[in-house]
């Protein structure tokens, strides 16, 4: 008799993370090693629902050359229609009807909320965080947050050279949604002098008041990062060159964020977890996210994944003192 070999989809949705390309290697690569087919899902769940050519089997030719790209190769999409369950239906159809009987999905909260509904109508789905925001609370660490937060450093150090040229200020706004992870860090990693981080932490007096002491210290230049969502930047960079007299630039960083080759840290971190996703469905696992947790590779069910509440760098409070 032959035996039946287990078949596993794999795709990526929202918005794409450097290291998509690298989980994607590791999956195809692990699949191919320990026995299982892996078929590849073009644009995410859309391309699950409209099944066709969107569905194509994956070796490790497919593979080749993608390790060091950023973007993914599968293409992703978001899909508002993929909310309603009978669209989700006919997409879990469409994969049984060419035997795959376990799913992959790289993507962020969004993803994790589809993975799972998935699950409960009956494919069970292998969650990997992929994102650039880190919102992923369940998990130390997402597939793309290094990569990001290097650009963005990279961007901030080089504000800081112009700035320094005019003894100007800085405002850079970074992405996260509704996550402060990327700007927090980068405002560590290249010295800011405020970081807005949530708009929580948005105090416009405290900042002013930090603004009019620039001149008086003598400073050449001031950095301020912020996190998208809190504050209209250009405005603010006004209100700081008007009440303090330093000069002051807002730049939106934007989806350059999202783009350019991973770094080894993203890379070694979506191939432990692309592995860990093959692992989990030759165990008949699904339902469950894989995430990293103290430097180890681990599995949560989905449902647990999705009520973990998001905790700021707890390691960062004490930074506050340099921060501020
Ligand atoms: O989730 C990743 C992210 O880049 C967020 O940081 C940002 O808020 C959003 O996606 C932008 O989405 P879009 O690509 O649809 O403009």
């Known amino acids: ?17 450097p290291g998509m390309n690298a989980a994607i290697r590791a999956i195809v690569r692990a ?67 060419l035997g795959i009987n376990f799913l992959i999905t790289i993507g962020g909260d969004g993803t994790y909320q589809g993975a799972k509904r998935l699950t409960e109508l009956g494919m069970p789905c292998i969650a990997l965080p992929g994102t650039i925001d880190n919102d992923i609370a369940s998990t130390d660490f997402t597939i793309g947050f290094d990569t990001a937060l290097n650009t963005a450093l990279d961007a901030c150090d080089k504000l800081r050279d112009t700035s320094n040229a005019h003894q100007r200020c800085s405002i850079i706004e970074v992405m996260g949604r509704y996550c402060g992870d990327i700007a927090l860090a980068v405002g560590v990693a290249a010295g800011a002098e405020v970081v807005v981080y949530s708009k929580e932490t948005f105090y416009l007096e405290a900042i002013l008041a930090e603004a009019k002491s620039w001149k008086v210290q003598n400073k050449r ?44 840290q993203d890379r070694i971190l979506a191939s432990r977890m692309g592995h860990a996703a093959v692992l989990a469905a030759l165990g008949g696992r699904g339902g469950i996210a894989i995430a990293i947790r103290n430097n180890e590779i681990i599995e949560i069910p989905l449902a647990e994944a999705l009520t973990v509440k998001k905790n700021m760098f707890k390691n960062f409070d004490e930074l506050m003192h340099i921060l501020s």
């Not at 008799?1 to 949705?13: A, N, Y």
């Not at 593979?63 to 992703?76: A, E, H, K, M, S």
């Not at 909310?83 to 009807?97: G, M, S, T, W």
């Not at 950095?223 to 008007?242: G, K, R, Y």
Request: hydrophobic letters at 35%; aromatic letters at 6%; proline letters at 1%.
């Open 1 to 17: 008799m032959e035996e039946k070999r287990i078949k596993i989809g794999v795709l990526t949705s929202g918005g794409d993370a």
């Open 31 to 97: 699949g191919d090693y320990l026995g299982a087919e892996i078929y590849g899902i073009k644009d995410g769940y859309k391309g699950m629902f409209e099944a066709g050519k969107y569905i194509f089997r994956m070796t490790r030719n497919s593979v080749t050359d993608i390790i060091t790209r950023g973007g993914t190769v599968l293409g992703t999409a978001r899909m508002k229609e993929f909310v309603k369950d009978e669209n989700r239906l006919i997409a879990i159809n469409n994969l049984k009807q």
């Open 221 to 264: 230049h001031a950095l301020v990062v912020v996190a998208e969502h809190v504050t209209d930047v250009h405005e603010l960079a006004q209100e700081i060159e008007e009440k303090s007299g330093f000069s002051c630039r807002a730049t939106i960083l934007g989806h350059i964020q999202r783009g350019g080759s991973p770094t080894a």
